[in-house]
């Protein structure tokens, strides 16, 4: 098969030489506690969808998707494939992207979010696909903390990472009117590697392919350990983005980084991606999370969360903050005090901070 279009002819890859994994252990995303195998698309290793795109190796997956390392064989360059479940409607998120792409004043911030190259329907045995192709990115911030002793960073390391992290906010609140909503560790991405660690990665996946385990119906690749970059993290995943122009109440970020605004189901804006980047900040100096929020049941409790707030911030939230959200008497009473419906813990930012490294502690927990 040849397309016209194409200035690259497909690799071949081998059909042994590989590691045949025990198919009755569950991976990748077999883990996850609600997988089901038939939302998602069976690629193969090798094949070309839409056309267009061939696919090298498998580079992550999640909830909804998985992502692929793949050569655009008409542009002859690299990108990275998201297939998304069938049932996912990714019209909102493209609706994102095209204002992102849409955006004419220039703004420094522009150049550190990860464009969208691409999107279409690819059809499997149970349904229609969505797959969005964007710029490649190199690993992630949680990734490269593993390769890290302590799997923590310096004070003074973070800031330079929160410094970029804040200009693309700029751009995104003040241009783009963008809230992204997500901010974690896993949405942040280092640059492309050089373009001969790409070659290389290719070309190892052709020497040493991928381990999988076959099933009837499908193939499941283990993940490939993808080259580092250089450079600061660049954000991605704007899968969770809204327009800052609508108003929102709606359930938001990863629980243990959620706004108290959103715990309170109060209206919320782009100060939650503030709220977010300090949480951020802690995950990338700190290997214990600055909130469990868990009930003694081992369940995300907003209780339990809210107690762990009060405890390092102790004064009562300002009146006026109490006053947006009707939940908030159930939390408090009118005066401030907190109603005891959780135990507030007995922690302060101090005692939270102590393994942290750096010269100023003092100004980071200010």
Partial sequence: MF???????????????????????????????????QKYYPIQQGEVINN????????????????????????????????????????????????????????????FIRRLFDHFIITGPHGQHVCLVH???????????EWIPGKVMTLEDMQICIRQLLVVLDF??????????????????????????LSNFEEEEIRNPSARKVLQDRTIYRTARFPPGDGLPLLSDFGEARLSNKQHTEDIMPNPHRAPEVILRARWDYKVDIWNIAMVAWDIV??????????????????????????????????????????????????????ELAPIPDITFESLAANIKGEDKDGFLR
Avoid at 76 to 92: F, H, P, S
């Fill in 135 to 145: 710029e490649l990115f190199g690993i992630s911030a949680s990734e490269l903390l």
């Fill in 172 to 197: 995104l609140h003040s241009v783009a009117g963008v809230i992204h909503t997500d901010l974690q560790l896993k949405n942040l991405l280092l640059p492309t590697p050089k373009p001969e660690a």
């Fill in 286 to 339: 700190s290997s214990s999370t600055i909130i469990n929020g868990r009930n003694p049941e081992s369940i995300f409790d907003d209780r339990a969360h809210l107690a762990e707030l009060v405890a390092p911030l102790g004064c009562p939230p300002p009146d006026d903050f109490r006053e947006r959200s009707h939940l908030s008497s159930v939390f408090w009473d009118d005066s401030g005090t907190w109603k």
């Fill in 3 to 37: 397309s016209s279009q194409w200035t690259s002819v497909p690799r071949e890859f081998p059909s042994s030489g590989f590691m045949l994994l025990d198919s009755s252990v569950h991976l990748e995303e077999e883990t996850l506690p609600t997988h089901q195998a």
């Fill in 52 to 111: 267009r795109y061939q696919v090298l190796a498998r580079l992550g997956y999640g909830v909804t998707s998985t992502v692929w390392f793949g050569r655009d064989l008409t542009l002859t360059g690299y990108v990275a494939l998201k297939i998304y479940m069938t049932g996912e409607n990714r019209d909102d998120e493209l609706k994102i992207y095209n204002r992102l792409n849409s955006v004419e004043i220039e703004n420094p911030g522009e150049r």
